[in-house]
């Protein structure tokens, strides 16, 4: 059993963030809140330093593509409490196909390489990062690729047809 | 008498005393059976090929005893394990290294084709990269099919000229890979 509750977390940011974020689910007991690009930082900085909450540590940045929704990329932010044992999930919904929102960095070094990532394969901009290019894909290539937005398979390549394969 | 079996001589002249052959046929000997590998492996063909090293299968016997970690001293890059694109240069580099004569094994099907990795990041084949003498099929291929393919790279390096590097048709094809050729 975790040492603090789902309801005390919100709680606590409700005391100083009152309508400025949403909670979403609490799938298998995972906290998901929303917010908004411009509090991100406080939201984050706010359940980083509280001394009753103390998520420290930033498991993962990543983000989702959702290209049905009107604000298509979703930024995903994952925290652990290792002091309390209970980890939250906090996504922020970003429109435009080049969105922008600001570096974690300022937080975490570890969020350098994580933005890194996210960039490289969504494209989202984070603003003020120290270094922000490709870190897994070759540098030279112009897409990015995790977006719900390309064919499976290019339709012109010729090195793979079936008749090459007897079928 | 042993039964260990020897590098037959190749096709010539004997009297007593003597034996004639032609230069490119005693070095082609020579190189077959001393070819030093460049392993560079990135997965699980690279595990095959440990086991086509170790005792059971013995790689040693056909004079590939050492295995050169620098492509400085290697004969043969042995390419085992799927390429990323991020690594294409790496392995141009690592094959612009090695002196010549040089040849390129590929082992298994990614190395070969992409093999089921048939995504934006991987090469689909080396040879989109490097120039490939032998490929040996197979996701991975079992050792003896590493050896045969070894066995099939010996055929042709017995069987190479002593002048193919210095060739037109071979510089063309460095070239076409984008590797600048001397002389």
């Known amino acids: 059993m975790a040492k603090l509750s789902n309801e005390t977390i919100i709680a606590r940011l409700n005391s100083r963030f009152e309508g400025r974020f949403n909670p979403l689910e609490e799938s298998y007991g995972l906290l998901t809140l929303e917010t908004g690009k411009e509090d991100i930082l406080d939201v984050l900085e706010f359940l980083k330093t509280n001394g009753e909450l103390q998520f420290g540590y930033l498991t993962d940045i990543t983000a989702v593509h959702y290209p049905h929704l009107p604000k298509e990329f979703a930024v995903v932010y994952h925290l652990h409490s290792l002091v309390n044992g209970v980890r939250i999930r906090i996504k922020v919904f970003l429109e435009g196909s080049y969105p922008a929102i600001p570096t974690a960095t300022v937080l975490w070094n570890g969020a350098n390489w994580m933005e890194r990532e996210t960039y490289d394969f969504f494209g989202i901009q984070f603003v003020g990062h120290p270094d922000l290019r490709r870190i897994l894909n070759v540098d030279d290539m112009e897409v990015f690729p995790m977006r719900k937005e390309y064919p499976l398979e290019d339709p012109n390549r010729m090195d793979k047809k079936d008749y090459f394969f007897g079928r | ?183």
Not at chain 2, 7 to 17: D, F, N, T
Not at chain 2, 55 to 83: C, H, K, W
């Open chain 2, 1 to 183: 008498m042993s039964d260990i079996k020897l590098a037959e001589a190749p096709p010539g002249i004997q009297g007593s005393g003597f034996f004639a052959t032609s230069l490119d046929k005693a070095i082609g000997l020579a190189r077959a059976n001393s070819l030093w590998p460049l392993p560079f492996a990135t997965s699980c063909c690279g595990i095959e090929f440990m086991a086509t090293m170790a005792a059971t299968y013995d790689a040693g016997r056909f004079g590939m005893e050492r295995n050169s970690f620098s492509p400085r001293q290697a004969d043969m890059l042995m390419v085992m394990g799927t390429i990323a694109k991020k690594m294409g240069p790496v392995l141009r580099q690592v094959y612009s290294q090695m002196a010549e004569p040089r040849w390129v094994i590929a082992v298994g099907a990614c190395a070969s084709s992409g093999g089921i990795f048939d995504t934006y990041s991987v090469l689909q084949g080396i040879d989109e990269i490097i120039p490939v003498d032998v490929y040996v099929p197979g996701c991975p291929p079992r050792p003896e099919a590493i050896l045969d393919g070894v066995m099939r790279l010996q055929e042709i390096v017995k069987n190479e000229s002593l002048n193919r590097r210095q060739t037109q048709e071979y510089k063309a094809l460095l070239e076409k890979y984008g590797f600048t050729t001397h002389g």
